[in-house]
């Protein structure tokens, strides 16, 4: 438990042992469930933590309280890692009133059977609590349906749900200017570009919504308290929602005994020598998605090659180009490159892609190899780097 201003305490929880977020995303630093707790005339809860942490977590209320009942649970967010805790709560406090939108209380109906003592909120409303009076903000889709968030609009501190939030465990320290937070730029643009990446509307149309409103705080559901980088990180998200790179270029590529591996090589050297300075080269069988995601959101430029695999594309660079898609990213250059034995198809299929699905603005032409490197295949390998570093660079 950790104080944070005016009786609004830290209740949250750190998960190191967790391997995989929603199964999918690697946690190689964990990740906190954050949870606060406003004791104030009325007693405020925000948010729960996942369901395995529950003795930590009424350990921390009770340290807080003792034997106080809790008056309110603010639910900004029904996915488990936040709403596993809800049914075990209401046995410790029968008469907590749980705090919602309509699509919470269908989201809490179906996952937990929790059907009473709700008080529902529309965009706009507040909520006296004494000293604090909390008003709430409807940001539906960042990332589900339900999502909302909640101010405080006395102390200033916005309870964000997911939004603003990062991978990574935290080591002590929980407010932004008591910690070294180089890590959690990284950690927050990959959350971003994995989990909420594909709703960059909502996500701008919540921005829009907290324009005018005094924030001092961001209080996420994931990784520190932001306050004295609290503008940095709406800009993140502005940036990110917006689809706005930096730039930079992601070459991605499959291969299996090294044949495609050195065009990827030989385009990086020539993207390099025309003088991008960002370059991100990724096997994609050996690097998780997550990670090539977070850079292709964060760089303009994207160069993919693969080999055709069971007169198909590639297994790993299927995947990921699917996952590209699923995304809606935008303003992108693109090139590709790709290889084949006896039947070609690589190419022709990473280009179908970008046709049908993800209309990135194409760059050079692309580069198609059978079986091994020629002197011939090399330079259009730098030829396409060539061009992209033409296309980054104007
Ligand atoms: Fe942290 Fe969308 O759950």
């Not at 209380?105 to 996952?111: A, K, M, N, V």
């Not at 324009?211 to 520190?224: K, L």
Request: net charge negative; glycine share 8%; with cysteine.
């Amino acid at each position: 438990m950790i104080e944070l201003k005016n009786k609004i305490y830290y209740v949250g929880v750190n998960d190191r042992n967790k391997s995989l977020f929603e199964g999918l995303w690697p946690l190689p630093s964990g990740v906190t469930y954050n949870s606060y707790l406003i004791d104030d005339d009325k007693v405020c809860l925000i948010d729960s933590v996942e369901v395995d942490f529950f003795s930590q977590f009424i350990e921390s209320l009770h340290e807080v309280l003792g034997d106080r009942k809790i008056d309110y649970l603010v639910v900004n967010h029904m996915e488990p890692d936040h709403s596993g805790s809800i049914k075990l709560l209401r046995k410790y406090y029968p008469d907590i009133q749980v705090i919602g939108n309509k699509k919470s209380f269908d989201l809490l109906s179906g996952f937990y059977g929790v059907d009473d003592n709700h008080l529902e909120v529309k965009h706009g409303d507040t909520l006296e609590l004494g000293h604090h009076t909390l008003k709430f903000f409807m940001t539906p889709m960042v990332h589900w349906p339900e999502t909302m968030m909640t101010l405080d609009v006395t102390d200033h501190v916005l309870f964000s749900g997911d939004a603003f939030g990062c991978f990574g465990a935290l080591n002590g320290g929980l407010l932004d200017s008591d910690i070294n937070t180089e890590w959690a730029w990284l950690e927050m643009t990959r959350y971003y570009s994995n989990i909420v990446g594909k709703y960059g509307t909502p996500v701008q149309n919540a921005l829009k919504k907290l324009a005018g409103e005094q924030i001092d705080y961001i209080c996420s559901t994931h990784g520190p308290v932001w306050h004295e980088y609290a503008d940095r990180v709406v800009s993140l998200y502005d940036r990110m929602s917006k689809y706005e790179t930096e730039p930079g270029l992601v070459i991605c590529y499959g291969t299996m005994y090294g044949n495609t591996e050195r065009m990827a090589e030989c385009i990086a050297r020539a993207a390099s020598q025309a003088g991008v300075k960002n370059i991100m080269v990724y096997n994609v069988s050996k690097t998780h998605h997550s990670y090539i995601l977070r850079d292709i959101f964060r760089y303009r430029g994207l160069i993919v090659g693969a080999p055709t695999y069971n007169n198909g594309l590639y297994h790993e660079m299927d995947v990921l180009l699917q996952e590209i898609a699923n995304r809606d990213i935008k303003n992108h250059y693109i090139g590709w490159f790709g290889s084949y034995g006896w039947a070609s198809k690589a190419v022709q299929k990473i280009g179908e892609w970008n046709e049908q699905h993800i209309h990135f603005d194409v760059v050079g032409e692309p580069v198609e190899m059978k079986q091994a490197l020629t002197e011939e295949t090399k330079e259009k390998c730098r030829a396409l780097g060539r061009a992209m570093a033409e296309k980054l660079r104007g």
